[in-house]
């Protein structure tokens, strides 16, 4: 313990000759792990939330690579049979709509990571002499009871609706299938839309895209209103602004510091771990607030800073790194899940506290010193201006 409470001894009186030194260090050394923050992936894939030795898992896999090798995109195309446009499209019979559909299929077909594509069209071909039909050579062909039955597997009773089937094998990889749905939306403009006609997309490719997107907004939206949040609360509780500013950038960094470790390391947010930041900021902030508060204490006990930085990073230095160490514990065990989820979400809740417990102890010191500096500086040279004014 004596080897303990002296090197916690040596970190404050570095930080309280050296404040702006570690200030800076502190800035440089997030400048490049922030780097890391474009780089944060999101885990959308259920598979990917469940344990890959599960046998279901398993067998899905092999049927999958070997058999299936395909998740499906369904992209569901409307008329709007209400339309008062006397030159807009009422019917998928219309050879506008067949047209496009060869047109879309076509694009969509080069896109990478597509296995096949299938659409009403293909069937017309078949029938028709590979020559798409008008309107007329439709409603001919629906005469014939077999080929009418073999249309209707794609179009609607009232022909208001028709669909293109896409085959893809992205099912296990998130990038690939974020840029499959994005080249998808694309193609749809690009091809030529005729004008009467709405596209609604389905699938469990294009669901795992929008859950993707809800976990990114519901991570930015949780950590923004948290530390909004606490800078209320603390700013109620020390009625200052930098003394509410001074724990929340503790904290901020720890968050930012996260994130930069989970982009370089590849380690993605996924439903549970999305609220992980809120979490350390409600965690990190008790850390920086118990020790800025023993700070402000022992000044105004009248003791000097370097007493003052000296006995709170010693003192509440210990008490924090024992709580740290049992909330760091009870996280720990989530490593032993059998659900890769609940163990993502220890580990990056391990990784945050940890972060905070780092920045407290050696950021929020300097941070303290170099505070009440500025501020006799400030004071010191208005006193100046004073006199020199007098």
């Known amino acids: 313990m004596g080897l303990y409470k002296k090197t916690l001894r040596r970190i404050a009186n570095f930080q309280t000759h050296n404040p702006f030194a570690v200030i800076f260090a502190l800035l440089a050394l997030t400048v490049f792990i922030a780097g890391g923050?474009?780089?944060?992936?999101?885990?959308?894939?259920?598979?990917?939330?469940?344990?890959?030795?599960?046998?279901?898992?398993?067998?899905?896999?092999?049927?999958?690579?070997?058999?299936?090798?395909?998740?499906?995109?369904?992209?569901?195309?409307?008329?709007?049979?209400?339309?008062?446009?006397?030159?807009?499209?009422?019917?998928?019979?219309?050879?506008?709509?067949?047209?496009?559909?060869?047109?879309?299929?076509?694009?969509?077909?080069?896109?990478?990571d597509v296995i096949e594509i299938f659409a009403v069209t293909d069937a017309l071909r078949k029938i028709n002499g590979n020559q798409l039909p008008d309107e007329q050579e439709f409603d001919s062909l629906l005469k014939n009871k077999e080929t009418a039955n073999l249309i209707r597997n794609y179009i609607n009773d009232d022909f208001s609706t028709t669909y293109i089937i896409v085959n893809t094998d992205v099912g296990r990889d998130d990038r690939r299938l974020n840029n499959l749905a994005e080249a998808i939306k694309n193609d749809i403009e690009d091809a030529g839309r005729p004008p009467g006609i709405?596209?609604?997309?389905?699938?469990?490719?294009?669901?795992?895209?929008?859950?993707?997107?809800?976990?990114?907004?519901?991570?930015?939206?949780?950590?923004?209103?948290?530390?909004?949040?606490?800078?209320?609360?603390?700013?109620?509780?020390?009625?200052?602004f930098v003394s509410s500013l001074l724990p929340l950038i503790v904290v901020f960094v720890?968050?930012?510091?996260?994130?930069?470790?989970?982009?370089?390391?590849?380690?993605?947010?996924?439903?549970?771990?999305?609220?992980?930041?809120?979490?350390?900021?409600?965690?990190?902030?008790?850390?920086?607030?118990?020790?800025?508060?023993?700070?402000?204490?022992?000044?105004?006990?009248?003791?000097?800073?370097?007493?003052?930085?000296?006995?709170?990073?010693?003192?509440?230095?210990?008490?924090?790194?024992?709580?740290?160490?049992?909330?760091?514990?009870?996280?720990?065990?989530?490593l032993f899940g059998t659900m890769p989820e609940m163990g993502r979400f220890g580990a990056l809740m391990i990784i945050g506290i940890s972060y905070s417990l780092v920045f407290t102890i050696i950021g929020l010191p300097a941070m303290l010193v170099a505070e009440e500096k500025l501020v006799a500086l400030y004071k010191n040279k208005r006193h100046y201006l004073k006199i020199k004014n007098a």
Not at 65 to 83: A, P, Q, Y
Not at 206 to 228: A, D, P, T, V, Y
């Open 37 to 112: 923050i474009p780089y944060v992936r999101t885990v959308a894939s259920l598979e990917k939330m469940m344990p890959e030795d599960m046998e279901e898992i398993k067998y899905f896999n092999v049927l999958r690579d070997n058999f299936l090798g395909k998740d499906m995109i369904g992209i569901v195309i409307d008329v709007d049979m209400e339309s008062q446009n006397e030159k807009g499209i009422f019917s998928v019979k219309d050879k506008r709509v067949l047209e496009y559909i060869e047109s879309l299929k076509e694009q969509i077909s080069e896109e990478d």
């Open 198 to 240: 709405s596209i609604r997309l389905a699938g469990v490719p294009l669901i795992q895209q929008e859950l993707s997107k809800m976990i990114k907004s519901s991570m930015l939206n949780s950590l923004w209103f948290s530390i909004l949040l606490v800078f209320l609360i603390t700013f109620l509780l020390y009625r200052s």
């Open 254 to 334: 720890s968050v930012a510091w996260l994130y930069g470790t989970m982009g370089y390391f590849n380690l993605g947010i996924s439903t549970l771990a999305g609220g992980v930041a809120a979490i350390v900021i409600g965690v990190g902030i008790d850390y920086a607030i118990h020790l800025m508060n023993r700070y402000k204490y022992e000044r105004k006990q009248g003791k000097k800073i370097e007493e003052a930085v000296e006995e709170a990073v010693v003192s509440t230095g210990t008490a924090l790194f024992a709580t740290a160490a049992t909330t760091l514990a009870a996280f720990f065990a989530f």
